[in-house]
């Protein structure tokens, strides 16, 4: 298997993992679920997070593309700067539950 498909499924992997564990976060939330404060679930986004994010570099060097010189990568890279901002107010800057 090539270095290009064992970055990809690791960032595919990373990709699934943070979505599900800020989905799973959001819902402890709206529930007051003492989860929160388990010391694993308070580290394992940040660790799964930059593991995604070094993939993502790893790939863009492999395939010789890079954020804004190919537009699809620029789209993505905000999108991520949005994601992360969103994720912000989402679970540590909202007043409320809602």
């Given at each position: ?6 970055m990809?499924?690791?960032h595919?992997t ?6 599900f564990?800020?989905?799973l976060r959001?819902?402890w ?8 404060q388990?010391?694993v679930v ?6 799964i ?6 993939a993502a570099v ?8 890079f ?7 620029t789209?993505k890279l905000?999108a991520?700067?949005?994601y ?15």
């Open positions: 298997m090539s270095s290009y498909h064992v990809l499924y690791i595919i990373c990709a699934a993992l943070s979505l564990l800020f989905t959001g819902i939330m709206m529930k007051e679920s003492n989860l929160l388990l010391r308070r580290f394992l986004p940040h660790i997070d930059t593991v995604l994010l070094l790893a790939l863009t060097i492999i395939i010789n593309q954020p804004l010189v190919t537009h699809w990568l789209v905000i991520l700067i949005i992360i901002c969103l994720g912000m107010v989402a679970l540590r800057l909202g007043k409320t539950k809602n």
